[in-house]
């Protein structure tokens, strides 16, 4: 039984919707059928409009063209939809219009999870040119905020707030913007790469036994809006060690593909064939076991990290995200993103 919700049989009076909306105690009622579709919704507001325009008829109260979301809503968009709206609560419906579940903005803990965020902030930012000449590329401005400071809010409002920076270039601008994180609600550590250290290196250099749960390893120029906690219930239910998240991509080749033997003789031609295949989206999650793979002080990346892992027997997963990712590798992505 989904909390909230009651079949519009049960509601013959207006006695009757009161008495339902009451003793949920969340000023919220969604309305089913016998086959669980969602009729409409009844809030406190609704009652008092009826009250106010002497309506007492069911059919009268009910708001029968409610705002609803898609069940597969990550749960941060969720929270920025209903903040926005200024509203408590919103029905989560599948693409039948069956209701799935009533969610409520209180359903979001203030306690935040104890999982770290590192952020690989340290690179050149070589491929974008002049645009990184005199800033690192973390904080190159999008609608007036660093690149950085989206990725931090896109974690803090998943309730992740413990982050570790990775940094090495020009990296007083970002200690000087950021600090201890306060002025954003988090804590923000950093961990200063003397050399380059590549996309994993830099973690040899955090102390030992720092994680205690998984942590999240990001670079520093993607956007996302990944569902974080899909992630870690991912990990978690699959018993991984390491997850690399990676999304589909496809590409249309201008040209035909042609196709012969080893004798030449022509096997086929391919009109602008399209393939589809996997990225990786520079999004990760670790355990220590993993960690521990590292030399210390080393330049190491990522994938090399991951493909250690695997040749260590270790549990290496890949989770796949449909979300909306950018990355800011090149200036034409970076002007791309502040139309987006």
């Not at 969602?38 to 109260?61: C, F, P, Q, W, Y």
């Not at 708001?63 to 968009?77: D, F, M, S």
């Not at 996309?199 to 520093?220: D, H, W």
Request: glycine share 4%; with cysteine.
């Amino acid at each position: 039984m989904i909390q909230f919700q009651t079949n519009i049989k049960n509601l013959k009076s207006f006695q009757d919707i009161i008495v339902k909306l009451d003793s949920f105690g969340v000023g919220f009622l969604a309305v089913v059928d016998d086959s669980n579709t969602l009729v409409g919704i009844v809030t406190d507001g609704d009652i008092r409009k009826a009250l106010l325009n002497r309506k007492k008829e069911v059919s009268e109260i009910i708001n029968y063209n409610p705002i609803t979301l898609p069940h597969t809503t990550p749960r941060h968009q969720i929270k920025s939809f209903l903040e926005e709206k200024r509203r408590l609560h919103v029905p989560l419906i599948d693409e039948n219009s069956k209701l799935v579940e009533v969610y409520l903005l209180n359903n979001f803990s203030s306690e935040y999870h104890p999982n770290y965020v590192v952020i690989m902030a340290g690179g050149l930012g070589s491929r974008l040119g002049d645009l990184t000449r005199n800033v690192p590329k973390p904080m190159l401005q999008i609608k007036g905020k660093p690149m950085v400071e989206y990725i931090i809010e896109s974690f803090k409002n998943q309730g992740f707030n413990k982050f570790i920076f990775c940094i090495n270039y020009k990296k007083e601008y970002i200690q000087d913007y950021f600090s201890d994180g306060n002025k954003l609600g988090v804590s923000i550590e950093y961990i200063e790469e003397q050399t380059r250290l590549g996309t994993a290196g830099a973690l040899s250099l955090i102390k030992k036994n720092k994680f205690e749960v998984p942590f999240f390893v990001v670079n520093g120029d993607v956007i996302s809006n990944i569902d974080y906690l899909d992630l870690i219930d991912f990990y978690t239910l699959s018993k991984a060690d390491a997850v690399m998240c990676v999304k589909e991509m496809s590409h249309t080749n201008p040209y035909a593909e042609v196709e012969y033997d080893e004798h030449f003789n022509l096997l086929d031609l391919k009109e602008k064939p399209t393939k589809k295949f996997d990225i990786n989206l520079g999004i990760y999650l670790l355990n220590e076991k993993v960690r521990q793979l590292l030399p210390e002080n080393e330049f190491f990346d990522m994938p090399s990290l991951f493909i250690k892992a695997k040749e260590s027997k270790l549990n290496v997963k890949v989770f796949r995200a449909n979300d909306d990712w950018m990355d800011i590798g090149l200036p034409t992505d970076y002007k791309a993103i502040q139309n987006d």
